[in-house]
Nanobody, 115 residues
Framework: QVHLVESGGGLVQAGGSLRLSCAAS????????MDWYRQAPGKQRELVAH???????NYADSVKGRFTISRDNAKNTMYLQMNSLKPEDTGGYYC?????????WGQGTQVTVSS
């Protein structure tokens, strides 16, 4: 059973930092591309960052230079380091994995950035 569990969200002031974690189980993590998505209230879910199984990364323009996605294959964990946070970054953050032509999602962790 594939399970993705996010943690690390919270309430921070604009300009602050958070590090999100996504712990994966039930899959071969080392060969699985992973993503972070976010969804603000009343808005569509959007891709924030992607990391391939080989460590190649891509970012949404809105977070480039501020967020860093990484993975530790030995720990089956993906991370999102978020710096210089803005109120527009507020939303639920979700990790995603594509496994055997199926999509899996975590339960999400809330990030709230106050102005």
């Amino acid at each position: 059973q594939v399970h993705l569990v996010e943690s690390g969200g919270g309430l921070v002031q604009a300009g602050g930092s958070l590090r999100l974690s996504c712990a994966a189980s039930g899959m071969i993590f080392v060969i699985t591309p992973m993503d972070w998505y976010r969804q603000a209230p009343g808005k569509q879910r959007e891709l924030v960052a992607h990391i391939s199984n080989g460590g190649i990364t891509n970012y949404a323009d809105s977070v480039k230079g501020r967020f860093t996605i990484s993975r530790d294959n030995a720990k089956n964990t993906m991370y999102l380091q978020m710096n210089s946070l803005k109120p527009e970054d507020t939303g639920g953050y979700y990790c995603h994995a594509g496994v055997g032509r199926r999509d899996y999602w975590g339960q999400g962790t809330q990030v709230t950035v106050s102005s």
